[in-house]
């Protein structure tokens, strides 16, 4: 069964202070792995897609990685702004139309 | 202009009513979905669907149903409303292939009374 646990539940940060979000995944082929981030209230917002490891794409102060059992997105610099929900997911092996959703990191930077 | 829109955006309503919430997408895509994100904030697949093909997710019982009038439009009809319902639904359409991102609309707050 497709599994994607994200890391951890939630991460405060002062305004300034690098770190990273985890995304481990286990699903036979992985054909890509997307970043979204989710705002209070809205759908989530498509950052990034993944296909290979060793890969990497960078958006203002977020990078995004990938190696064969997990992603990492790293956050340079934070501002208040970027608090949000950060969601990774992959394509379900079954179905490929169907995306596998982790639970998410509720990222709170404090000015 | 909004790429993927759903009405209403607040809906209230008793158990055991018929209900239905309307998405529409104007990015060209070939396939839409439709998510259920519970009170955890964990979004699960309800269905995914393009003009050739609909994929239900077997644990979705089958007082749900999607309806595509055409390519640009997933609406989804419920009836019989339960109080476990009660969740954020979400429409998110993408081109077709599976390495494709999915792009979302704002969602639909159901509460059942």
């Known amino acids: 069964e497709d599994q994607v646990t994200q890391s951890p539940e939630a991460l405060r940060l002062q305004e300034g202070e690098s770190s990273s979000l985890n995304c481990s995944y286990t699903v036979s082929g992985l054909r890509g792995l997307f970043w979204y981030r989710q705002d209070p209230g809205k759908g989530p917002e498509f950052l990034f897609t993944l296909y290979s490891a060793g890969e990497e794409k960078e958006k203002e102060r977020l990078k995004a990685t990938l190696t064969k059992k997990e992603s990492f997105l790293h956050i340079t610099a934070p501002k208040p702004e970027d608090s949000a929900t950060y969601l990774c997911?992959?394509?379900?092996?079954?179905?490929?139309?169907?995306?596998?959703f982790g639970s998410g990191t509720q990222l709170t930077v404090l000015p | 202009d909004t790429a993927v829109s759903q009405t209403p955006k607040y809906l209230v309503t008793q158990m055991g009513n018929d209900k239905s919430i309307k998405c529409e997408q104007n990015l060209g895509h070939d396939t839409m979905y439709w998510y259920k994100q519970d009170s955890k904030k964990f979004l699960k697949i309800m269905f995914s669907y393009n003009n050739k093909e609909l994929i239900i997710n077997e644990t979705v019982p089958n007082r749900f149903s999607p309806k595509s009038p055409d390519k640009a439009h997933l609406n989804l009809h419920i009836n019989s409303l339960e109080l476990g319902d009660s969740a954020v639904y979400f429409c998110?359409?993408?081109?077709?292939?599976?390495?494709?991102?999915?792009?979302f609309g704002d969602g639909t707050r159901l509460s059942i009374l």
């Open positions: 998110a359409s993408s081109r077709q292939g599976s390495n494709q991102p999915q792009h």
């Open positions: 997911a992959v394509p379900s092996s079954g179905s490929a139309r169907q995306l596998t």
